[in-house]
């Protein structure tokens, strides 16, 4: 099963999640397990900086647009909030996913931090997230992870990105949220309301006839332009 999931937060830990893939106002990335394939996304900082002390330096993220924040988290499948300590990043995701009412997830942080976050978020929406001490853990878990997918009810495509390949035509990347998708489909562009065929589709940069609800897709569209 292919599983989408946010990771907001300390996004560091994304360099261990699998391989990288698109980035722009997202960064993603994609892991193949024996069970399907996890893609990672997490919203990206403008800026980096470096505090140095006497006796250690340490990387601070700026936090990300809240914008883009939500736009990750509502993409996903899964939420999860990584925190090497409790940065305000941290302190934000908590806030964003209380706010969406995400009852579901996990936390990934070192072990002696597990009593912290559990203490500020049993009064949220995220009482109930899973404590895990690292990535492969967070993999582990999300493994074995069964999600409900309506892949018969009507086709909903969510399209992230937009470009236009010589050759090939207006090309878009997204996740099939609901139905399934097939090749030469036609479907309604939103907000244009334009009509378009689908011409094809790639799963994980594999050419592929159609596919369900859960999917990472790339597609050739025709009639978009």
Not at 17 to 29: E, H, P, Q, W, Y
Not at 123 to 148: H, I
Not at 162 to 182: D, I
Request: proline share 3%.
């Amino acid at each position: 099963m292919d599983i989408t999931v946010a990771v907001l937060g300390d996004t560091e830990i994304m360099k261990d999640l699998g391989k990288s893939g698109t980035t722009n106002d997202i960064a993603m990335r994609n892991l193949r397990t024996p069970g399907g394939v996890l893609t990672f996304v997490a919203p990206v900082s403008d800026k980096i900086f470096e505090e140095q002390s006497s006796s250690k330096s340490r990387r601070n993220y700026i936090s990300p647009k809240i914008q883009v924040m939500a736009q990750a988290a509502a993409m996903a499948d899964i939420r999860v909030i990584s925190a090497v300590s409790l940065t305000p990043a941290v302190g934000e995701a908590i806030i964003l996913l209380d706010e969406m009412k995400s009852d579901e997830g996990f936390f990934v942080a070192p072990s002696h931090m597990h009593d912290a976050l559990r203490n500020i978020s049993k009064e949220t929406s995220l009482k109930g997230y899973v404590l895990v001490s690292s990535a492969q853990e967070l993999v582990e878990k999300l493994s074995g992870v069964s999600m409900e997918r309506d892949s018969e009810g009507s086709l909903l495509v969510t399209v992230d990105n937009c470009f236009e390949v010589k050759g090939v035509g207006t090309v878009v990347l997204g996740l099939v949220k609901r139905g399934t998708l097939k090749q030469y489909d036609k479907a309604v562009l939103y907000p244009s309301g334009k009509e378009i065929s689908v011409k094809s589709i790639q799963c994980q940069d594999e050419d592929v006839k159609s596919a369900g609800p859960g999917s990472r897709v790339g597609l050739a569209l025709k009639g978009a332009g």
